[in-house]
């Protein structure tokens, strides 16, 4: 039996976990790091008083910020079992390969990201109640936005990163 973790490379193998820890933090963070900007920044509140909102209404009917995290996170974890799965299974000795994926996954999760700021924001800056809808819906873009981004991530790589002469 072949031991797959002699096979791979120390960088490799970090650079997984680190884009594992990354979408999964990342993911569930993003939507309450805007939502403090936004009334810090844009309404003016202060600092204290906009986190002992924010606290307040984490769990509270009616606002359940704690949800919003949730549903933004979910498509934050699939990508984390890709980078897991894809980019941890890449052999070493095939470094063009694990490069074009590594490339492919951080212009998904760069993709990701930035589609789930702009939904928060626009959500948030004009307070409205229907405005709310947007986030049951976030989840299935950020969904179909995956593998575009991963496809243009690839693109990129596989027009930019030199070939490896064998």
Known sequence: ??????QQSPRLRMMARLGVWISLLGG????WIIMLTVDILVRAVPYPRAWRSFTLHLFAPGYNLFLVGILTALPFVIL???ILFHLGAAAAHNAL???RRALGLLS???SMGLIAGWVHVEVLIPPDAQGALAYFYLPILLLIILPFG????RAL???FLP???S
């Open 1 to 6: 039996m072949i031991d797959i973790a002699q």
């Open 28 to 31: 569930l963070l993003l939507p």
């Open 80 to 82: 984390a079992l890709l």
């Open 97 to 99: 390969l694990a490069y």
């Open 108 to 110: 998904a999760g760069v």
């Open 150 to 153: 991963y496809g243009l991530g």
């Open 157 to 159: 790589a596989k027009a």
């Open 163 to 165: 070939r490896l002469s």
